[in-house]
């Protein structure tokens, strides 16, 4: 997938029918199952996280499929109206110095039922959808016991009790941005605090691209505080707390452009918030969420186009989605060796066979100055990210624009066809 950038099981295989009939056959088989192969999925990740500060992210993404009302593949709704689909569920480790993402930790796939459900008030946590927030990061801790300090980041959905008052320990932190108003001891209110609290700085930050705005610059207002979350009155669950400490960190745009929606975050967590670089320093981590909305995108319209797929079984379907996520991360990482900052193995991306073809290739490129050279050491991923993006057409200088997915998708093609070269030289030449 990740060379060929596909989900497509006849482009996969690579017009070979039997190596097609053989993908089928393996999602289709019992013994291979989605809890099996996510897994699988923090194989590698274990050891890169050993001894940094991780940036745990989670999210949850629908991802729909075409369907006909004679042919829902199996599939549950997603969102609201006639969408049918599966959901994702992913954790992504990051380092908090570099940004580097060093694989997926933890997560779930899964298709909702057409049974009808009692209301969300009356369920136990371990009948909601909700609950993957506290379970993904419960699975997570095995995974990153060797960091030396994680901190989980999500949106305004996980905005729960249940994690403040269960998920944080010793090494494990929170942070969240806050969805609906909090309750305090001993009274008031968490947004009230917030907005009576004294400005503490004022700084520019840069926004990116997102679907629903263009890149620009917010001019941000600062405050924060320590407040204690009550326990709110219908939570059903036994032997939690009455009520949590936390430190908050509001920061609100002090003049957005004209038409568009003001950056408003208020954000809750479990670390220390003493002073201003500090509160500055949560808004940066938060900041760092956006690389799971781009696996995202890598996995659906950027990239693998996952919900093109036609495969017709939803059990398959989650075994292909389970499978392309560990896809989508390789692509992430291969895009972000590009800057040379952290130091892995090319091995979590390339094959030795295929790190034989990129040091073959690299030859080509080896200029008459410093400048043209590889500075990567090699065998790291920054150095095979440097001859991938040489052999999709970007010129090497540090002047010029930084290689983006299109440049890396021609390069992957031309290492593809290469290496496949290079094996047909080891089969049929003496």
Known sequence: MVLRETVCLRQLAGGKHCEEI?????????????????????DRTRAAVDGRHILALQDTSEIRFPTTPDNRRDLGKVKKGMCWGLLLHPMLALDAEHGSCLGLVSGQVWTREDEELAPHADRPLSEKESRRWVETAEAAKPVLARASMVTFIADRESDMYMMWARVPGDGFHLLSRVMNDRALNPGGTLRRAARDA????????ELRERADRPARRAELCLRFGQATIKRPKNLREDGLPEGVTLHWVD????????????????????????????????????KQRWVIEQFFRTMKTQGLKIEDSQVQSAARLEKLVAIAAKAAVIVIQLVQARTGND????????????????????????????LQ???????????????VARLGGWNGYASSRPPGPITFHNGIAYLRACADGWALRDVYMP
């Open 22 to 42: 053989g993908f089928g056959r393996f999602l289709a088989n019992d013994a291979v199952t989605v809890e099996r192969i996510v897994a699988g999925w923090s």
């Open 198 to 205: 004294a400005i503490r700085d004022m700084r520019t930050i």
């Open 251 to 286: 920061i609100a745009e002090r003049a957005a452009p004209q038409g568009a929606e003001p950056l408003h975050w208020l954000l809750l967590t479990t670390h220390a918030v003493g002073g201003i670089d500090q509160a500055w320093q949560i808004v940066g981590w938060y």
């Open 343 to 370: 130091d892995q193995p090319a091995g979590i991306v390339f094959t030795p066979h295929e790190i034989d073809t990129l040091a073959a290739l690299e030859t080509r490129f080896k200029g008459r100055t410093r």
């Open 373 to 387: 050279t590889n500075p990567n050491r090699k065998n790291s991923l920054a150095w095979a990210a440097w001859i």
